[in-house]
RNA sequence: GGAGAGGUACCCGAGUGGCCAAAGGGAGCAGACUGUAAAUCUGCCGGCGAAGCCUUCGGAGGUUCGAAUCCUCCCCUCUCCA
């Protein structure tokens, strides 16, 4: 089996950014990448055909919901995450780590791992650093993430300790589960806002060694300001060699500030979610299309905007399909806020090509002005 | 012609002496959303506004300290009988 391989292409003279490229078994994933986030096998209303189309090179999958329904081993007996969803390219699979946080409610956390109370039935589960290595192994993905807890924002110091040890110390039992070489395993940083906690976490995992290492619990309602800080601080003290994947981040900004400061990898729901409830992405900023001025407005969501919604569709109609709930609406929306976001990151990996991000960037910033 | 039911805010619809500027829906308007329990959630929704004040429950009178609510007359709608 072909390990994940990543090389740097080249380093952007004026800041941290970088232009990668990551092997996989499922193909090779140019980065700087944003990943679709594809939580239940699916990208919520889009098919996988529309996904390549848009220029989608890596999905993102998630451990615990797919091990809740329908199942890790029943998703291995069919194949595998890629053949069950028909996606051929390359896979990374969240841990349930995530689910730690945005299911606080319902599970309870120890040294052995985290119990879930079924969010579909009740029914209680523990998912361990070693059972989020054996689902992520059933499902198949390219790239796999240890069992981590990611953090609610605030959170105070001792906490924060507490709970990044206890995610080293996890990571720790993550990699001696692994069985297989084939399947990339990433560490996760995490720390909140206290630097050196992060600075330790990050110290940790690189002694235990990782195919990559992740930033988590960042843009989990802490202050913009914090969360570049810990950004800032902590991406370049990342290995060089390996990818960096910012988790669950974010924003067009967010992304921007992202790849200036070295990161390889994002991946976050809000092009997705946001179309959903109505939000697009714009060169100029989002609107929200439901807006009553959009009503007899028959321009394009974005004026030059290639994406089929926006070659063939006007502001007026996505209104009306929106307002009236019509299932197109959905679709048509996340097409065009993806075809922003692949877009927006095709755009940064050709500027890091022509050694001219940093101008790029100042382009980006500046039309976000109006 | 007779018997009955009913007219409440943009629409539907609760309320039948004070806690009512009036429940709840819907529509409308705006906002939020960051490793997805999300086609979800939140706010506003008579007027001016900080408190507060003003106008409002088919119309006009009346009873009462106080009326969407009780009384009188009028207008209109619906159902059944002839």
Same mark, same amino acid.
Request: hydrophobic share 40%; aromatic share 8%.
């Given at each position: ?6 090389d740097?292409?080249?380093h952007d003279p004026?800041?941290a950014?970088?232009r990668?490229?990551?092997?996989t ?12 986030v ?7 209303s889009?098919?996988p ?16 919901h ?9 998703i ?16 990374l ?5 995530f689910q730690?946080?945005?299911l ?11 119990t ?8 209680r589960h523990?998912?361990s650093?070693?059972t989020a ?5 059933q499902?198949?993905?390219d790239?796999?993430?240890v069992?981590?807890?990611?953090n609610?924002?605030p959170?105070s ?5 507490e ?18 070489g ?5 560490g996760i ?6 630097v ?6 990050? *110290?940790? !995992? /690189?002694a235990?060694? %990782?195919? $990559?290492?992740?930033?988590?619990s @960042?843009s989990?309602?802490?202050p913009?300001e ?11 003290l990342?290995?060089v060699?390996?990818?960096?994947y910012?988790?669950?981040?974010g924003t ?5 500030e992202?790849?200036r400061a070295?990161?390889?990898?994002f991946?976050?729901v809000?092009?997705?979610r946001?179309a959903?409830?109505g939000m697009?992405?714009t060169?100029?900023?989002?609107i929200q299309?439901k ?15 290639a994406?089929?919604?926006c070659?063939r569709?006007s502001?007026a109609?996505?209104?009306h ?12 929306n996340?097409l065009h ?5 692949l877009?927006l990151?095709?755009a940064?990996r *050709?500027a !890091? /090509?022509h050694?001219? %991000?940093? $101008?790029?960037r100042?382009?980006? @910033? ?5």
């Amino acid at each position: 089996m072909v390990e994940v391989v990543f090389d740097i292409l080249t380093h952007d003279p004026d800041c941290a950014a970088r232009r990668g490229r990551l092997v996989t078994a499922h193909g090779t994933v140019e980065t700087p990448v944003f990943m679709p986030v594809g939580t239940q096998a699916t990208v919520k209303s889009l098919t996988p055909d529309e996904l390549q189309s848009l220029g989608a090179q890596i999905l993102l999958g998630n451990s615990y919901h797919l091990h809740m329904r329908p199942g890790a081993d029943r998703i291995g007996r069919l194949g595998g995450l890629h053949a069950f969803m028909q996606w051929p390219r390359a896979i990374l699979t969240d841990s349930g780590g995530f689910q730690v946080f945005s299911l606080a409610r319902i599970n309870q956390i120890e040294e052995a791992g985290v119990t879930f109370q079924s969010h579909i039935d009740g029914s209680r589960h523990l998912i361990s650093p070693e059972t989020a290595v054996q689902i992520q192994l059933q499902l198949g993905s390219d790239i796999a993430m240890v069992f981590d807890e990611c953090n609610s924002y605030p959170v105070s110091y001792q906490y924060a300790q507490e709970s990044m040890q206890r995610t080293v110390r996890w990571a720790a039992r993550s990699k001696a589960a692994r069985e297989h070489g084939d399947q990339a395993l990433f560490g996760i940083v995490q720390g909140s806002v206290f630097v050196d906690l992060r600075k330790a976490c990050l *110290e940790q !995992l /690189e002694a235990i060694g %990782f195919d $990559g290492y992740a930033l988590g619990s @960042l843009s989990v309602g802490e202050p913009k300001e914090e969360m570049l800080t810990v950004l800032g601080t902590i991406t370049p003290l990342m290995p060089v060699s390996r990818p960096r994947y910012l988790m669950g981040v974010g924003t067009p900004e967010d992304l921007v500030e992202g790849v200036r400061a070295g990161i390889d990898l994002f991946d976050c729901v809000m092009p997705t979610r946001n179309a959903r409830n109505g939000m697009l992405f714009t060169a100029h900023g989002s609107i929200q299309i439901k807006n009553s001025a959009y009503a007899d407005d028959d321009g394009p969501i974005e004026e030059g905007c290639a994406c089929y919604t926006c070659q063939r569709f006007s502001r007026a109609y996505l209104r009306h399909l929106f307002v009236a709930r019509e299932l197109l609406a959905y679709r048509l929306n996340t097409l065009h806020n993806l075809h922003y976001y692949l877009q927006l990151m095709a755009a940064m990996r *050709e500027a !890091l /090509e022509h050694g001219r %991000f940093e $101008g790029w960037r100042r382009a980006f @910033l500046k039309a976000r002005q109006r």
